[in-house]
T-cell receptor, first 110, second 113 residues
Framework: SQKIEQNSEALNIQEGKTATLTCNYT??????LQWYRQDPGRGPVFLLL?????KEKRKERLKVTFDTTLKQSLFHITASQPADSATYLC?????????FGPGTRLSVLP | DTGVSQDPRHKITKRGQNVTFRCDPI?????LYWYRQTLGQGPEFLTY????????KSRLLSDRFSAERPKGSFSTLEIQRTEQGDSAMYLC???????????FGPGTRLTVL
């Protein structure tokens, strides 16, 4: 079965720095991969989608890369703010369902 | 607010009881998903509907779990003979046609005593 790993359970960074989160998958390469943000007690919220033929995708302060050779996606938040503190989930797509990673809890310290 | 809604938001039940959760997706979203999430983990896929047809079901889903979407609109998830291990957040998500983004509801938190 597909296994998704995210770099660490928790990541603490200083406000203004760039946060980099890692998502690694095993076995099959997904057709595309999504990143979601989840706040405590709430459902995930979609952030970005990147397809297997795309190297990079940007949206405001967010950037996602996708390396099918390394079987890895990186998620960057530049100029991080305390409001960015949340859990970030990667979700590679396999058919009609998604396999979510365990998430990385990001804390941006003022 | 026209987002995905779930009812109830919280449910406490005793072991062995049956529970039913409801999900109302965003209007005109033809795809509907159920997930289960425990603390510190990502959402775990349970089942998927396209309109009223249940097209996929996780092999991890025991026969105590059943889901329906009778008219292709709202969906229900029933758990029979609940066990303490069923305690989790149950999330519903929907997607419109030809869009891969999933819109999640707030979830139903189930506690089995």
């Amino acid at each position: 079965s597909q296994k998704i790993e995210q770099n660490s359970e928790a990541l603490n960074i200083q406000e203004g720095k760039t946060a980099t989160l890692t998502c690694n998958y095993t076995n099959y390469s997904p057709a595309y991969l999504q990143w979601y943000r989840q706040d405590p007690g709430r459902g995930p919220v979609f952030l970005l989608l990147i397809r297997e033929n795309e190297k990079e995708k940007r949206k405001e302060r967010l950037k996602v890369t996708f390396d099918t050779t390394l079987k890895q996606s990186l998620f960057h938040i530049t100029a991080s703010q305390p409001a960015d503190s949340a859990t970030y989930l990667c979700a590679p797509n396999y058919g009609q369902n998604f396999v979510f990673g365990p998430g990385t809890r990001l804390s941006v310290l003022p | 607010d026209t987002g995905v809604s779930q009812d109830p938001r919280h449910k406490i039940t005793k072991r062995g009881q049956n529970v039913t959760f409801r999900c109302d997706p965003i209007s005109e979203h033809n795809r509907l998903y159920w997930y289960r999430q425990t603390l510190g983990q990502g959402p775990e896929f349970l089942t998927y509907f396209q309109n009223e047809a249940q097209l996929e079901k996780s092999r991890l889903l025991s026969d105590r779990f059943s889901a329906e979407r009778p008219k292709g609109s709202f969906s229900t998830l029933e758990i029979q003979r609940t066990e303490q291990g069923d305690s989790a957040m149950y999330l519903c998500a929907s997607s419109p046609p030809r869009v891969n983004e999933q819109f999640f509801g707030p979830g139903t938190r189930l506690t089995v005593l």
